[in-house]
């Protein structure tokens, strides 16, 4: 009988090592371990460990008087290093840091506007098949997506019909609250949210994603920086905190790596999301000087200089970053030894392609799902396609 409270020790510490390491393997630090290099990211891994020692010390340890202090002080780490984790896997320990996590510059707009002088719009070589000239669709859609569905309305809708108030750009977050409050008929995105996704279910909403094209979620670098391709496990040790200096890349005299973010609920913010899949991203970390914010544009942001290299990554959209609100002084790192062409995107082999669509709350009916219906048709696709992104065939 004696020996049954050493079994269930035995077993408890066993099970609490198992769960440990289940920890570490969850979210990938046994397998990024040599690629940890600072301090902010290897702290959840000495959490875990300090968690599974403390308990395995309190199960195996004599509980004398003389030893109370001691066990206390160990139980108090213990719970303080459990209660800690999920401020240490987010790197979450700044207070009012100097980050670039704020609202974001946009580029001009009024340049894709339907129906204005010199609109830089795709057009369709011959008359559109669908002419609507009455009740016309309400858009809003995503800002890198805006050309798209400006050059939609000025081809399809007729311009005597049309109020500049029918199509309009209020980013993702505020498309994704139009399309939710019945504001728009149809918005242009990529896949929301989880936030925006439970918001529409708290309201009733019955979104329905339909796909129209493909784009890339791509990352980017100064010009000067000499990595030109990058692994998709060193993305996610970047951007989960595990990584934070250049020299573990291969580029020596790099620095310390300045992972510029989005903000929350914008649809590259959700890319990033997404690209990780339920990996915890580290908050912004503070910037080393507050000049370096700039023009608060993750594109400018992403070639500054610091300390005379490029020491930023960022991540867009290809299209967003190559044509629409491009930087001279950025270039696309290919990922996996494959570059975001637009070959690569169409066949899938480049890792990070995905579908981005036209939204709507419930079955579209009427001329709104005239409208999907000719986006889908070879006219739409080829606007699509002469606009710079990627049709489904």
């Not at 392609?353 to 709350?361: E, I, L, Q, S």
Request: proline share 6%; charged share 15%; with cysteine.
């Amino acid at each position: 009988m004696k020996s049954i409270p050493v079994v269930v020790r035995a077993a408890i510490t066993l099970v609490t090592w198992l769960a440990g390491g289940y920890i570490l393997h969850k979210y990938e630090y046994l397998i990024a371990f040599s690629d940890i290099d600072n301090i902010v990211g290897m702290l959840p891994l000495a959490m875990v460990f300090v968690g599974a020692a403390g308990i395995t010390a309190l199960l195996w340890m004599k509980h004398t008087k003389q030893l109370i202090p001691v066990s206390t002080a160990m139980a108090v780490l213990v719970v303080t290093a459990v209660a800690l984790f999920p401020t240490a896997i987010r790197g979450n320990w700044w207070i009012n840091p100097t980050t670039s996590n704020q609202a974001q510059a946009t580029p001009d707009l009024t340049e894709y506007a339907p129906f204005s002088q010199g609109s830089k719009t795709a057009k369709l070589n011959g008359e559109s098949h669908l002419q609507l000239t009455d009740q016309l669709p309400l858009l809003d859609g995503a800002t890198a997506l805006y050309p798209v569905y400006a050059a939609f309305a000025e081809t399809v809708y007729d311009q005597g019909a049309f109020a500049p108030d029918v199509v309009r750009c209020t980013n993702t977050l505020g498309a994704y609250e139009a399309i939710i409050s019945g504001a728009r008929d149809i918005i242009f995105v990529a896949t929301g949210s989880q936030q925006q996704i439970a918001a529409a279910q708290a309201a009733g909403a019955d979104l329905r994603f339909t796909p129209i094209g493909r784009e890339a979620f791509v990352f980017l670098v100064g010009k000067e920086n000499p990595v030109e391709n990058i692994t998709n496990q060193q993305l996610r040790n970047i951007y989960s905190g595990k990584t934070a200096y250049w020299d573990t890349l291969g580029w020596r005299e790099g620095g310390k790596i300045i992972a510029f973010q989005r903000p929350e609920g914008s649809g590259s913010q959700t890319g990033l999301q997404a690209f990780l899949a339920g990996l915890p991203i580290q908050v912004p970390q503070p910037l080393p000087d507050a000049s370096l914010i700039g023009t608060n544009s993750l594109m400018q942001q992403v070639s500054v200089r610091w300390q005379g290299v490029q020491p930023a990554i960022g991540y867009s959209y290809r299209y967003y970053a190559t044509t629409m609100y491009a930087n001279p002084d950025v270039k696309l790192l290919k990922v996996d030894q494959i570059e975001p062409s637009i070959a690569n995107i169409q066949n899938q082999s480049y890792p990070f392609t995905g579908d981005f669509y036209a939204v709507t709350n419930g079955e579209p009916t009427g001329n709104t799902k005239l409208l999907i219906d000719w986006i889908l048709s070879p006219q739409g696709q080829s606007l699509i396609e002469q606009t710079g992104y990627v049709p489904l065939q």
